[in-house]
């Protein structure tokens, strides 16, 4: 493990559900996982407790290539990130925007 480098064994959850959104545009800074072995994963909410059990995969990602971020249309994400036993890397940076519904007033 190199300084800076994500644990053997991790498991991080982090929902992301802005109030009064409309989508949530996710963008990747940096990307380096271990390959076919240390996944980011991106759920669509369906609920406010965004369980992946009950929620859709949308992506997977593994390795070192950057992902394109992408307008998702839901109130809220799940992105999840977990690693194996053996090699680690430095893992990922990822932010987010949010379009927000604004009340109409007449």
């Known amino acids: 493990r190199g300084p800076g ?4 064994y991790a498991s991080c959850s982090w929902i992301i559900a802005p109030k009064d959104a409309m989508s949530i545009t996710l963008s990747f800074r940096s ?3 271990e390959s076919d072995a240390d996944f ?3 759920y669509f909410c369906n609920s406010p407790q965004c369980d992946p059990s009950s929620n859709w995969l949308l992506w997977e ?17 799940l992105l ?4 194996d036993g053996s090699n680690t890397n430095p893992g990922f940076v990822a932010d987010y925007v949010a379009a927000i519904r604004s009340p109409i007033r007449v």
């Open 31 to 33: 990307f380096s996982t």
């Open 40 to 42: 980011v994963r991106v």
């Open 5 to 8: 480098d994500y644990p053997n």
């Open 80 to 83: 999840t990130f977990t690693s």
């Open 61 to 77: 990602f593994s390795g070192s290539s950057l992902p394109e971020g992408d307008v998702i249309y839901s109130t809220g994400i």
